[in-house]
């Protein structure tokens, strides 16, 4: 045995016995291993803040860095991967020296200081709904995300808070400006909201034929539904019943507010004119229910509550007086 390789043994037995000594002291970290061939251990932060390091040594060590593997059931292996290639990093500026404390110190200081890790597949998802006019920022002190949404001149500032024990918990997404008609933001800003709580809670009225209720993941469920079927979408959005913007081109234009062309959305979702989704629901056929044109499905809004009955005799009352107008126009020449 050379002088170099027995300074090398003895350098990793005395980390060895330095590791056994320092790592059941850190907080949320349980060593597992620390033999000749590796050092691991088990970081748990909270349920989905879980992580394996395992430091694995190769000849000549300290001389050369240990290679860092990570392992986790809960955190993205895009992140991990990423991750352990930092950690070899960090172990190449202590070639000669003890490596495997630093590491494991490190990779709970990262998932201490960057909570959103937890949900880095679901961010990754939401950028690709995003084009070169929106902007996402994440906020890893406050573990939020950030995002304005635009398309055409409307937009949607977008601010969600991650929960620390994310994804048990649901996020709290919160519109924080817009330009939209204000209550479309009160649409939006409530559906996100029970969105989010719709991945965590059972339904109330279970469907005894449904599988047991598991709670699921819902940042990428309320982006999605902000994103595409809201900031994306309305400004687009087409009247079924005129084939015209129900949204005015300008935002500051106050007529999807007030006047017979103001904004209506009915159940299904769809965006309607006043004035002509009042004449649709006023003009027969009736029985069954009025239809949306859009999708066939039956409307339902709080401003036509009235039975199909109560429209048929109003509409033929209506007829009858038109009728007799006509009549006395006739008579009198």
């Known amino acids: 045995m ?18 056994k000594k320092e790592v059941p002291t850190i907080e949320d970290v349980k060593l597992i291993a620390a033999v000749p061939a590796l050092v691991r251990a088990e970081i748990k932060i909270t349920d989905h803040k879980q992580v394996a390091v395992t430091c694995m040594f190769q000849p000549s060590y300290p001389t050369v860095p240990v290679v860092t ?53 679901e961010i990754s998802a939401v950028k690709k709904l995003l084009n070169d006019s929106d902007d996402v920022k994440l906020k890893q002190k406050t573990s939020q995300i950030v995002l304005k949404v635009c398309q055409e001149q409307y937009f949607v500032g977008l601010r969600i808070s991650v929960p ?49 209720f598991v709670p ?39 007529s999807a507010s007030r006047g017979k062309n103001r904004v209506e959305k009915v159940y299904c979702g769809h965006l309607f ?30 401003k036509w509550k009235i039975s199909a009955e109560v429209m048929e005799n109003r509409w033929a009352h209506k007829q009858a007086k038109q009728r007799e107008l006509e009549e006395v126009v006739d008579f009198l020449g």
């Open 164 to 212: 620390d024990d994310y994804p048990a918990k649901q996020v709290v997404p919160e519109i924080t400006e817009h330009n939209f008609p204000e209550f479309l933001r009160v649409n939006f800003q409530a559906q996100a909201v029970e969105i989010a709580r719709q991945c965590v809670h059972p339904p109330l009225k279970k469907n005894p034929k449904d599988p047991p």
């Open 2 to 19: 050379t002088s170099s390789t027995a300074d090398n043994d003895a350098a990793l037995k005395a980390e060895l016995e330095e590791v």
């Open 69 to 121: 593997e990570l392992r986790s059931k809960t955190l993205a292996d895009k992140l991990l991967d990423g991750l352990a290639r930092i950690c070899d990093a960090e172990a190449k500026k202590l070639e000669g020296k003890p490596q495997t404390v630093h590491i494991i110190r490190y990779v709970k200081t990262f998932i201490e200081e960057n909570p959103l890790c937890v949900c880095s597949d």
């Open 273 to 302: 004119h006043f004035i002509c989704l009042n004449r649709h629901m006023k003009t027969p056929p009736f029985t069954g229910g009025k239809l949306c044109p859009g999708c066939g499905k039956q409307i339902f809004h709080e």
């Open 216 to 254: 699921k993941p819902s940042l990428q469920p309320v982006c999605e539904y902000i994103i595409r079927d809201c900031v994306k979408k309305f400004p687009l959005e087409i009247c079924p019943l005129c084939n015209e913007r129900v949204l005015p081109v300008d935002p500051s234009n106050e």
